[in-house]
């Protein structure tokens, strides 16, 4: 399993690079050195990218377009290629990747929930964006099933609904704050540059486009159905245990 990818992008964007874009080289040259039977890989539905084109739910077949301005999402978009023509070249190793929504949970730390954590959140004048979330819990037992299922391809894994962006932030008790985007995109450049803020100007685009992913061939090929809603997702990030939140879990079991 390649899982040595960051979760956050990084100033270091030449070492982010070689980690991820060089490092998954080095990787398959070594599996195709070594032949072994499975490689599973990990990647997001961010490399999808957001796009005012995008359907309402991007499956698997849809292009991975990435981000022309974010070196981490796009470092990903192209690890994944190297996967894809790994596996057209050495087709006695199956490979899986796993694409996974952005991942919420009381104890992950990535990009999203770096960016939830603060008491405001931008929006962006005239768009209101359904996001998608994965619980943390979900996220590693769909990385058990990809173990333990011989599968190949790409999957989403993706959690249980979707909620529009301003409604998360209501869920979540955050302070929005409307903006034109080229004045929160101004304002997110020097943040960024200045490394006041972790959030890259380049999030502003999955604030004001739909970047959905279907979770079907995972259900049906995989085994995967999401244990845990959206909402419950969130109050486990945010740290609430409301009375009735382990019913979702027992509904979805059940």
Known sequence: MHGAFLAH???ASEWAHELEDVGTMHVLNACAAAR???FIMVSTTMAYGAY???PNFLDESAELRGHKDSRFINDKVRAEKQAFRFARENPATRVTTLRFA???GPTVSNLFTRFFSRPAAPVMAGHDPLLQF???SDAAWALKLAVD???DGPFNIVGKGVLPYTTVLALMGRVPVPLP?????QMSKALWATQVFSSPPSLLDYLMYVCVA???RAKQELGYTARFSIKRTILDFLGLRPEDGATDVARAQG
């Open 9 to 11: 992008p990084t100033h």
């Open 36 to 38: 072994p039977a499975r």
């Open 52 to 54: 005012p084109s995008n």
């Open 102 to 104: 952005p991942i919420l």
């Open 134 to 136: 994965v619980h943390e």
């Open 149 to 151: 299922t011989d599968v």
């Open 181 to 185: 985007y080229l004045i929160a995109r």
């Open 214 to 216: 279907d979770g079907a």
